[in-house]
């Protein structure tokens, strides 16, 4: 540890914790935090602070939000009938920034792990399949990642919902844009030609 | 730098720190192997979908001596198994072949065998509706191959052989079947009956090819999962986590 006043060194620590930090960058978040305008590095301590205590989960959805019902649930422009399965409210803002879907979600918060010993009951299944039927769901999408776990997901979710008749979708697979068909996986060449359409 | 190749089945890939994965390999020529991928939790480019599990590929990885942690340079995909993710029960099963294989292997032992093995059930659980015995045949087969298989021949205690006319309990600890002259009767150890010893006979002695055509009656089924799956916990000393899915899907 480096030799420095104590509270420095608290600092210095708890930010080494933090992801793809290491001490080398810790230190010099910790000197440039020390030679930050005092009310820049308060707003930064309340901050962290603020989203602790007034953060939760959405009742309906399991997205981060700081009320009852997220930004997303309440806003009545969204459609009310169409959900889409998230595995993490990091997916679910990566949809939001395409700007392109209208609907709803539905944040599971994991994803089934069988080798990990993470199965259905640890995430937000239940509370999925309650909500077709009290918010009248028409479509389900299910975006969870294209993994075998992503997979394993999707496939228990649609035999829970089987009985409730609403319609079932799984995101396409397939070719990235600007992606050049030579250098690309195979498992993914397969999904691509399997989930082809129809030019009109 | 030591550098080698091999063909290898993925058996668990775990995200590390941001951007790498830690990758539990079962390779054909170095046993089960610890590797790191450099950047391919962050970069889909270099490893793409060859890191899930299942996966068989050609590996290259190089040894940094004495980390005991090889690190992946390149994988080329041999056979993605797609056809296991693509159904539940296949999943289910399959997550617990590979689990056994984790955790029963030494590391770095070379057992071309279980290698062999491991992919003659990849193959059949792909190609065919999934059974719940294929795990138990796994079972017995995996522990031959690594030299602590339940004994079925011969009573464990006094060493008589199997004989028609005796009835016989199995004991956990003593890993085989007890004659009645040495169980006495005693209710903690697991019952079977003939038909199963019988089976589990063969199902350790013919060969690989010929597996496929055993098929187990209901009675061996039940007898077989307690006796088998208490076996392995002793041994394991835990239960093996991918259980808890399949019992879950069975509801
Ligand atoms: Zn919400
Ligand atoms: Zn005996």
Same mark, same amino acid.
């Given at each position: 540890?480096?030799?420095?006043?104590?509270?420095?060194?608290?600092?210095?620590?708890?930010?080494?914790?933090?992801?793809?930090?290491?001490?080398?960058?810790?230190?010099?978040?910790?000197?440039?935090?020390?030679?930050?305008?005092?009310?820049?590095?308060?707003?930064?301590?309340?901050?962290?602070?603020?989203?602790?205590?007034?953060?939760?989960?959405?009742?309906?959805?399991?997205?981060?939000?700081?009320?009852?019902?997220?930004?997303?649930?309440?806003?009545?422009?969204?459609?009310?009938?169409?959900?889409?399965?998230?595995?993490?409210?990091?997916?679910?803002?990566?949809?939001?920034?395409?700007?392109?879907?209208?609907?709803?979600?539905?944040?599971?918060?994991?994803?089934?792990?069988?080798?990990?010993?993470?199965?259905?009951?640890?995430?937000?299944?239940?509370?999925?399949?309650?909500?077709?039927?009290?918010?009248?769901?028409?479509?389900?999408?299910?975006?969870?990642?294209?993994?075998?776990?992503?997979?394993?997901?999707?496939?228990?979710?649609?035999?829970?919902?089987?009985?409730?008749?609403?319609?079932?979708?799984?995101?396409?697979?397939?070719?990235?844009?600007?992606?050049?068909?030579?250098?690309?996986?195979?498992?993914?060449?397969?999904?691509?030609?399997?989930?082809?359409?129809?030019?009109? | 730098?030591?550098?080698?190749?091999?063909?290898?089945?993925?058996?668990?890939?775990?995200?590390?720190?941001?951007?790498?994965?830690?990758?539990?390999?079962?390779?054909?020529?170095?046993?089960?192997?610890?590797?790191?991928?450099?950047?391919?939790?962050?970069?889909?480019?270099?490893?793409?979908?060859?890191?899930?599990?299942?996966?068989?590929?050609?590996?290259?990885?190089?040894?940094?001596?004495?980390?005991?942690?090889?690190?992946?340079?390149?994988?080329?995909?041999?056979?993605?198994?797609?056809?296991?993710?693509?159904?539940?029960?296949?999943?289910?099963?399959?997550?617990?072949?590979? %689990?056994?294989?984790? =955790? +029963?292997?030494?590391?770095? !032992?070379? /057992?071309?065998?279980?290698?062999?093995?491991? #992919?003659? $059930?990849?193959?059949?659980?792909?190609?065919?509706?999934?059974?719940?015995?294929?795990?138990?045949?796994?079972?017995?087969?995996?522990?031959?191959?690594?030299?602590?298989?339940?004994?079925?021949?011969?009573?464990?205690?006094?060493?008589?052989?199997?004989?028609?006319?005796?009835?016989?309990?199995?004991?956990?600890?003593?890993?085989?079947?007890?004659?009645?002259?040495?169980?006495?009767?005693?209710?903690?150890?697991?019952?079977?009956?003939?038909?199963?010893?019988?089976?589990?006979?063969?199902?350790?002695?013919?060969?690989?090819?010929?597996?496929?055509?055993?098929?187990?009656?209901?009675?061996?089924?039940? %007898?077989?999962?307690? =006796? +088998?799956?208490?076996?392995? !916990?002793? /041994?394991?000393?835990?239960?093996?986590?991918? #259980?808890? $899915?399949?019992?879950?899907?069975?509801?």
């Amino acid at each position: 540890m480096v030799n420095c006043p104590q509270p420095m060194q608290t600092l210095i620590q708890c930010l080494s914790g933090l992801p793809g930090i290491g001490e080398k960058t810790a230190i010099r978040l910790a000197l440039f935090i020390m030679n930050q305008p005092e009310v820049d590095a308060m707003q930064l301590a309340r901050s962290i602070i603020d989203v602790r205590e007034k953060v939760s989960l959405c009742r309906k959805c399991f997205n981060f939000s700081d009320s009852d019902l997220c930004s997303i649930c309440s806003n009545t422009k969204r459609d009310p009938g169409v959900l889409c399965v998230v595995e993490s409210p990091g997916d679910l803002m990566a949809i939001e920034k395409t700007s392109h879907y209208r609907g709803r979600y539905h944040v599971l918060q994991g994803v089934i792990a069988p080798l990990e010993g993470i199965g259905p009951d640890q995430l937000k299944i239940r509370e999925l399949v309650q909500r077709i039927d009290i918010d009248q769901i028409k479509e389900v999408i299910l975006a969870t990642n294209p993994t075998v776990n992503g997979n394993a997901t999707a496939l228990y979710i649609s035999q829970q919902l089987l009985v409730s008749g609403v319609k079932i979708t799984r995101i396409a697979q397939g070719v990235p844009s600007g992606g050049d068909i030579e250098y690309i996986d195979e498992v993914t060449l397969r999904n691509a030609l399997d989930g082809r359409r129809e030019m009109k | 730098m030591p550098f080698f190749k091999s063909e290898a089945v993925v058996l668990q890939a775990t995200d590390y720190a941001e951007y790498d994965k830690i990758v539990s390999l079962y390779t054909k020529n170095y046993g089960r192997i610890k590797g790191i991928a450099r950047g391919a939790k962050r970069s889909q480019k270099r490893f793409g979908g060859a890191l899930e599990p299942f996966t068989c590929n050609e590996v290259d990885f190089f040894e940094k001596e004495g980390h005991g942690l090889a690190r992946l340079e390149s994988c080329r995909i041999l056979n993605p198994y797609t056809a296991i993710s693509q159904d539940i029960n296949k999943i289910a099963y399959g997550n617990y072949l590979l %689990e056994l294989v984790n =955790i +029963l292997t030494p590391e770095r !032992e070379k /057992h071309p065998e279980v290698f062999r093995l491991l #992919l003659f $059930f990849l193959n059949l659980l792909s190609e065919q509706s999934p059974r719940e015995e294929i795990l138990r045949i796994f079972e017995l087969r995996l522990t031959s191959l690594l030299g602590y298989q339940p004994q079925f021949l011969q009573c464990v205690s006094c060493g008589q052989s199997f004989r028609l006319q005796e009835d016989y309990r199995f004991s956990i600890k003593k890993g085989g079947i007890l004659c009645s002259g040495c169980h006495k009767g005693n209710q903690a150890f697991l019952s079977l009956s003939h038909g199963t010893i019988k089976l589990f006979q063969q199902v350790q002695q013919v060969s690989l090819v010929k597996l496929n055509r055993i098929r187990f009656s209901p009675a061996s089924r039940g %007898e077989g999962k307690a =006796i +088998l799956l208490n076996f392995l !916990e002793y /041994h394991i000393g835990k239960k093996p986590k991918s #259980l808890e $899915f399949i019992e879950h899907l069975k509801q």
